[in-house]
Structure formats: C-alpha cells, structure tokens
C-alpha cells in the first residue's frame, strides 16, 4: 500500500509540475477544470441516492464543459470576465460562510447516522466546486504559479504537521464520530505547521506569504494563517462525515493508494475561496 502511494504521488507531482511550468497557461486551467470536475463527481456520489449515481456523472460533466467553455472560448472569457466581476466576490463570501458555520456546526455534531442522501448538501457541492476552480484560476492567472504552490503548500504542509504531531503526542479525540484517528494534539500541529509556512515563504516575493503579509499587518497575518490552517482541518473532517453517512472510506478509487480526488482536495476547497478574499487580485 504504501509504495502505491508514493508511485501515484509521484506521478500526481509530476502532472501538477509538468502543468505549472508549461510555457502557456491551458495545460494547469485544463488540469485545475478536470480536478475539480472529478471532485464533484465524487462529493454527488456522497449526496445523491444510489439509484441517481447518473445525476452525479452528468452534473460533473456538464461542469467540466462549462469550466472549458469560460477558458478556451474567446466567448467564454468574456463572459467569465463579467461573471467574476458581478458575482465573483459574493460567490467567495457565501461558501466561505458556510464552511465556517454550517459545515463546521454538521461536524461539530458529527452525525454520521443520518442518511447520506442531501439535495442541501448536493446544491452546496456544486456551488463549492465551482468557487473553488474560479479561485485557484483566478489567482493562478493573476499571481503566477509559485502563488498557488505555496498555497497548495500551506494545505501540505499541514496535513503533514498534523499527522506527524498526532502520531506523536494524540491523546484526545477531535471529532470521534466523524474521524476517530483525528486527535486536538494532530490539529494543533498541523495549524501551527501551516501558520509558520506561510510565515518562512513570506521572505519569498510572489508566495502567498508574501502577498498576505503585504495586505496585512504581522500580527493580523499570523492569525489569518492560523486560520486557514484550521479551516483546511474542517473540510477533510466535513468530508469524513460524508463518507461515513455514505459508508465509503473514500470517494472513488481514481488514485491508488489515495482514494479519490476529493480525498486529496478536501482541505483545498474552504482554502481557496478565503485565501482570494484575504489577498484578492
């Protein structure tokens, strides 16, 4: 199992690397469309009765084809343009509100007895997706590629910090209904892991580091970290309380060794839309 899942983070590395450092921008959009389309496929397989599993493969499709439209259409660029303009802001503050309250309150109560069947939450999986790819292409267009790794990095580096602190010294359950393995210990590594990241990348000009340290002051910047290190914590937890109401340890199979795409995009999505509102463009 193990070596599995280094070969597919290698390959997943090598892809992602492969899109960044591409001459033009198409391979990373492209690649930044198809994840997020796999990640709503997979977050509806969690939402929607069984007997529906075609609503989850067409949603997830026609998504990808408008996410191309906007991108590689002369069109669809301008109309992209205006729908940033008009609801871009908006979009970001009402999914960043609800993964401060409404998803941190389900997680809170953990449970996971309930049925996984949701057209709330199914709703909240599409808009979601959705604020997340505008998100990451609208600062992938408009900060540069060593932007967005180093905010990919914040999310890395705290989930990493936080396995590592709750191997070590995890005494009590974070949410135990929702993630037994997860202990308050592992959470607080991982938050100080992903605070003091974008703090050392701060020296580097271009990191999301630096770009919040230019629009806030040291202080307000270490908590804004801090708490984008614990909101990347609230949605792999949101996620566990879908996959336990569905009875699925992982969204898909489509990475060996790693479960699905929504597996390794959990944390990203409370991220991203927060990170655009605390740095804008």
Known sequence: MLRQRVVTAIILLTIVFGALLAPQAWPMLLL????????????????????WSGIAIGVALAFFTVACGFLFTDAGKVALFHVTVAAGLPLFGLVSLFWLTASLAAVVRGRADLPCASAAFSLVGVVALAATWLALILLLSHRGPWFLVSLLALIWVADIAAYFSGKAFGRHKLAPRVSPGKTWEGAVGGVVGATLWVMISAQWPGSFGSVLLAQWSWPVAVLLAAGLGAISIVGDLFESLLKRRAGRKDSSGLLPGHGGVYDRVDALLPVAPLAYLLTGI
């Open 32 to 51: 930044l469309s198809v994840m997020s389309a796999l990640a709503l496929w997979e977050w509806l397989r969690l939402t929607v009765p069984a007997r």
